[in-house]
């Protein structure tokens, strides 16, 4: 009895803290934004219930501080106007970001996205309804591996969408040849070797100690767009253009972030943290001429467009 009362007390202790973590970074932050007219994108599916073969993976341990907003049903959804959408545009390789696991107004204000995934289109499906995979950085993946290590994951998309605390998703569509050479690296041994297991949520990507997904979404994107595959001369590629976001920080998230969860690492920081995110990488991306849109994605199914 004692154990278990102690498991829980402990949990909640950690999840304060780490809420309070989210506040000392995102203290700023807005609520969650409204959304405009113009981010709306992708019509409501006009057929009758969605059949799917997605199961969902339980693998992740690590404590989240959010409950998904979506149902099973509704992540389904989700999922299949998106695919739609990038197949409609003729999307083979995209960088997607989304906030989940967190609420939004966790967030820092110049960060509005906690997850980003490199999405690969993939022969469709039944009917030639277009399938993607998400390929994903995630730590804690699978009841061996502790919540400040990561895994590369593979993913449907409805794997990715499952934990969703906000309906908007960032994309950046590379240019075509630079989609088909992402492709290579991902569907290829040099993909591991662009991945550091040392976990932090605020890695810094100027330090090689530690790698979030979005740090790993940008080696991999260097690693592409420069044709190398040298882990040292992408470094020093990251190094000398890339400008990372940053986020004025204070006592609380130095004191209090480690002592909430190891995944909140900041050895590799100073007093403001640096990290990758879908703003820093859509700058780099534009300025580098590496891009050919960058959009945002909304869709509620649970208030379906009309036609």
Not at 44 to 68: F, L, Y
Not at 138 to 160: A, H, M
Not at 181 to 187: A, N
Not at 236 to 264: E, H, M, Q, W
């Amino acid at each position: 009895m004692f154990p278990l009362m102690w498991g829980t007390i402990r949990s909640r202790w950690r999840g304060a803290l780490m809420a309070l973590a989210g506040l000392a970074l995102g203290a700023c932050a807005s609520l969650d934004a409204r959304v405009r007219p113009d981010m709306v994108i992708g019509a409501a599916p006009s057929e009758g219930p969605i059949v799917s073969d997605w199961i969902e993976d339980n693998g992740e341990h690590c404590m989240r501080i959010a409950k998904p907003m979506l149902s099973r049903e509704e992540v389904i959804t989700y999922a299949r106007v998106m695919q739609r959408t990038l197949a409609a545009r003729n999307i083979d390789v995209a960088l997607v970001f989304e906030q989940s696991g967190a609420p939004r107004w966790t967030m820092p204000p110049n960060v509005q996205y906690g997850h980003g995934a490199i999405f690969i289109r993939q022969p469709s499906g039944p009917g030639g309804e277009p399938r993607y995979l998400t390929y994903n950085l995630l730590p804690g993946y699978g009841p061996d591996t502790p919540c400040n290590r990561s895994s590369l994951v593979t993913w449907p998309v409805e794997g990715f969408d499952r934990a969703v605390t906000a309906l908007d998703q960032a994309v950046i569509v590379p240019t075509p040849r630079l989609q088909a050479r992402i492709r290579e690296i991902v569907e290829s041994p040099g993909y591991a070797r662009l991945h550091n297991p040392s976990f932090s949520i605020i890695a810094n990507p100027l330090d090689e100690r530690f790698q979030n997904c979005a740090g790993l979404m940008l080696h991999v994107l260097i690693a592409a767009a420069w044709n190398i595959t040298d882990h040292d001369e992408v470094n020093r590629i990251l190094t000398a253009d890339f400008r990372p976001s940053r986020i004025k920080t204070n006592t609380l998230v130095r004191v209090f972030g480690p002592l909430a969860s190891s995944r909140l690492a900041a050895g590799d920081q100073d007093w403001t943290v640096s990290t990758a995110s879908f703003e820093s990488i859509n700058v780099f991306m534009r300025d580098k001429g590496l891009s050919q849109e960058t959009f945002i994605f909304y869709f509620d199914p649970r208030r379906p467009r009309e036609p």
